[in-house]
């Protein structure tokens, strides 16, 4: 198994590194930390550690939690796993802007303290080449105002878990729009449904973390 294979499986595994106890039959074994560095110091280019190892294996795993093959608990790991190479890259990517797709601004809507969701979200983008500004939670919408205000060109997500919260994804569209900033805005979380994010102006739905990879590929015009 060639070193991107292995990456790329450790990932699917979700095996963050050779102290890591998941799974129990990789304990002990090189996981995706171990691993990446020694891509790395192999001469094998970062593009190919982000689009041949870690890439595709956060696709396998979203597409295995979409049909039920594995659960959030597994997700995470996997994601973590991820996180853990994409740490050792980011330093090259950062001198490679075509490496990133683009720049997505998201944070969990103000009142609302849930970030599980939030969080894997932004892992799976990470994982997926977005580079993230993450706004963390209880965000008002000045908060993200000003955000966008130094980066018109990123994509807004929003999350919430509550419906009294997931009114207020509404209050940030429309001081975005007031301060004429027009920046794409998609919204997930659990109350959430395509035709609320339609009536408030959202243009993009994500019901989980693999979607909202999806929607923003689809909403920065990048092929899925």
């Known amino acids: 198994?060639?070193?991107?294979?292995?990456?790329?499986?450790?990932?699917?595994?979700?095996?963050?590194?050779?102290?890591?106890?998941?799974?129990?039959?990789?304990?002990?074994?090189?996981?995706?930390?171990?691993?990446?560095?020694?891509?790395?110091?192999?001469?094998i280019s970062v593009e190919d550690i982000l689009t041949q190892g870690l890439i595709p294996a956060m696709s396998i795993v979203g597409k295995r939690y979409e049909k039920n093959e594995i659960f959030v608990p597994e997700m995470l790991f996997s994601a973590k796993a991820m996180k853990s190479g994409l740490e050792l890259i980011k330093p090259f990517l950062t001198e490679d802007s075509d490496l990133i797709l683009g720049t997505v601004i998201i944070g969990t809507v103000q009142g609302d303290l849930h970030d599980i969701g939030k969080n894997?979200?932004?892992?799976?983008?990470?994982?997926?080449?977005?580079?993230?500004?993450?706004?963390?939670?209880?965000?008002?919408?000045?908060?993200?105002?000003?955000?966008?205000?130094?980066?018109?060109?990123?994509?807004?997500?929003m999350s919430a878990l509550l419906t009294v919260t997931m009114k207020n994804m509404k209050g940030v569209i429309d001081l975005l729009r007031a301060n004429d900033l027009d920046n794409k805005v998609f919204i997930g979380g659990a109350p959430v449904t395509?035709?609320?994010?339609?009536?408030?102006?959202?243009?993009?739905?994500?019901k989980n973390a693999n979607q909202a990879v999806r929607e923003a590929k689809r909403l920065l015009g990048v092929a899925a």
């Open 1 to 43: 198994m060639s070193l991107l294979d292995a990456i790329k499986y450790s990932v699917v595994q979700g095996h963050i590194d050779s102290s890591s106890k998941f799974p129990k039959d990789m304990e002990g074994k090189d996981g995706v930390h171990e691993l990446t560095q020694q891509a790395i110091d192999s001469g």
């Open 120 to 157: 894997l979200v932004c892992m799976m983008l990470e994982g997926a080449g977005f580079q993230i500004e993450d706004l963390g939670i209880n965000v008002t919408a000045q908060k993200f105002l000003e955000a966008a205000k130094n980066n018109p060109d990123a994509i807004i997500g």
């Open 194 to 206: 395509p035709a609320f994010a339609e009536e408030i102006g959202a243009l993009g739905y994500a």
